[in-house]
């Protein structure tokens, strides 16, 4: 029976996130985080890990609850909403599925409980300096030393190094070509030799660079297989762009909201300027771009669960559409604001540096495009048949 | 969250499917004339086959049809490839609006006729001077005894040269200040002297829509829908009406999207297929999630309306999305064809339908409220902006 929308459940839990976070005044905690203010941040966490948010898509037998991406769904989107800082997305959303699906026993019963708990958060160590994300350029390295893993390398652009207890490291542990020899290894931040944080456009989240100078750690740290990281990253990254584009979808949300409620009551010429077409109607573009975004996501995530055939062009689709619209929705709130738009006072820029922060975000859009197009079995090898043509 | 039909719903898909196999017909004449007499033909088959007006009751022909089962019709309609429907007005706005609000006498007279394309039906809505802003119409009818003398003239009147009927909108008292009072609705015999026809020449080539010339064209009292003065009402009922027809726009938007992937993939430019050139392939990419997000923009719109038994008024931002992302698709799909694209008819790189379809585009962003009408009713419906400045 045809139902495209988020049940009562989770629609309910969307309510008792968006209390919270009222509570917490909103985008105010981004703001004091901006200005080195963690303290509020930190507080809010607790009381979003007290209400469960951190056990979402954790097994039962570990703590968590259990649920799949649509019930993360609108958590996400309150958090995008409220730009909020914080390591959430790549633990819920990229290390807790992978755990759940490649985790040894004692990985799982090392760290599933913590994150569930809200005590432990990972964030993902895997470009390096003037690098693309292709895996064949990583040079980061793990060699064998008994049952031990020696590290040397450089990662950067490594999202809230300095917020999180762990990392998910991809490193070379063998020769490689199209993937192969990487392997996938969970450290600790204490474990690092060095970490600066670097200056980010987008001080909601920080950016941080990772030094490893024969960083010794047990075989065990490893998950999924040996030299076959490439291929568990890549389905952990299902994950985290179907998540990617719900955050997005939720700050889209408030922009939208921000921009209607701005031209109902700024008045100029006499009148709010909301009357004005060249005004309302890029609101209502905006709207459309909002609305197509938001169902992209919540199929995507709906087919992630579901194991659809047209779950990576779906996933893909939604993130290359949610990006793009989020950057165009963050613009255009700047200019229907005028003036005040182009402050730090108003919220404007916070939402159009996270929409960039989130822009080149573990991909390009182009090589989302082409993850749609491989999704999607365009083969343009061997054409079904050739059409004469004059 | 979930996409799957109902038994039922599948068992009904399987009805229309099988009797589609049957009833289709085979080959579509070319030439005007042929070609409208099999439309009409193609109506009567539907209608006899119990296939037109599926959601109406069963006492006026239809087979009280559920919201979902409209769906799997326009679903089921696109993807067989069926000839339009010549009595689109007709069926989805004049039959229904007058089940609603006709009188005894009026749904006698027309409903049956119209379900088997008996009488063809028109819209006289727009003049010269009254397009967007509709209120602004002066065709104005006169009491004349006990007839109406209707004078004026409208414009972009589809199947206005082949229409038995006319769904009019015409100006019976003057309210200073309030244009939209004063409006009745005529159901005007298109058969008589006091009408007249010139068709319009649309920039594709085809002779769709008209002008309408009335010259003391007659109506009586038992002509007019609701109230004398009150048509605007009427009017605003039948848009709603309107609104049902998007789902076939949808899905067509979904096929013609699949056949764009076929032809980039089929087309070959100095031995390279279309879709192996990384630009066209990202742009089709892009395309994807677009008329993807259109299609799931729908079918959440949808929900909504099963959910509260009518549409909100979200569902107006369907028409606007589509209209302009098929506009866009059709334009790209000319575009890649490269110079030989601007060739078209028996010269066509291709098929010349995608030229064809191409222009025919413009129509739609036009038509049945322009795109920028469309905006302005979601700005203040869904978002609650003020209200544009009206004269």
Sequence with gaps: MMDFSLNEEQEMFRNYVRKCLNEAGQTMVAREFTCGNTSEFIKLQKKLAELGCTGITISEEYGGLGLGALDLVPVLEEFGRAVLPGAYLETMAFVVPLLEKYGTREQKETYLPEIAAGTRSFSIAWVEPNKSYDPDVIECQAVTKGSSLVINGVKTLVPDGNQVESLLLIVRTDEGGNGDGLSLVLIDVNEVTDMKTLSSMDETRNVTEITLENVE????????????????????????????SSMLVGSMDHIVEMSSEYAKIREQFGQPIGRFQAIKHRIVDMKLDLETARSLSHYANWALDTNQQDKEAAIYSARTFATEANIRLASHNIQNHGGIGFTMEMDCHLFLKRARFYENYMGSISQFREDVSKGLGWSYEKPRFQLTSK | MDFSFTKKEERFRLELRNWLEENLPTSWPKEEEAYISFLKNWQRTLAEGGWAGI???????????????????????????????????????????????????????????????????????????????????KTSALKDGDRWLINGQKVWTSYGHIADRCFLLARTSQVPGKKHKGITVFLLDMNQPGVEVRPIVQLDGRQEF??????????????????????????????????????????????????????????????????????????????????????????????????????????????????????????????????????????????????????YSYGTTIGGGTSEIQRNTIGERVLGLPKDLRA
């Design chain 1, 217 to 244: 750690v047990p075989m065990a740290r490893v998950i999924g297989e040996v030299n076959q990281g490439w291929n568990v990253l890549k389905e952990g990254l299902l994950y985290l762009h179907a998540a990617t």
């Design chain 2, 55 to 137: 959601t109406w009751p069963e006492k006026y022909g239809g087979r009280n049809a559920t919201l979902m089962q409209e769906i799997i019709y326009h679903q089921e309609m696109v993807r067989a490839d069926a000839p339009p429907s010549i009595n689109y007005v007709g069926i989805h706005m004049v039959g229904p609006t007058l089940m609603q609000i006709g009188t005894e006498e009026q749904k006698e007279r027309f409903i049956k006729k119209l379900l088997t394309g008996e009488e063809i039906w028109c819209q006289g809505y727009s003049e010269p001077n009254a397009g967007s802003d509709l209120s602004a119409i």
């Design chain 2, 210 to 359: 008209n002008e309408v010339y009335l010259t003391d064209a007659v109506c009586s009292d038992a002509d007019i829908v609701g109230e004398v003065d009150k048509g605007w009402q009427v009017m605003i009922s039948l848009m709603l009406h309107e609104r049902a027809g998007i789902g076939a726009e949808v899905f067509t938007l979904e096929k013609q999207f699949n056949n764009l992937v076929a032809m980039t993939k089929e087309y070959k430019v100095d031995g390279k297929s279309l879709i192996e050139d990384a630009n066209i392939r990202q742009k089709m990419a892009d395309l994807y999630a677009r008329s993807r997000g259109a299609i799931l923009n729908y079918y959440r719109n949808l929900t909504n309306t099963l959910k509260n038994g009518q549409p909100g008024p979200e569902s107006s931002i369907d028409k606007l999305l589509v209209s302009e992302l098929t506009k866009e698709m059709l334009e790209f799909a000319v575009s890649i064809q490269g110079p030989h694209g601007i060739l078209w008819k028996e010269d066509a790189p291709i098929n010349s339908r995608w030229q064809e379809k191409y222009l």
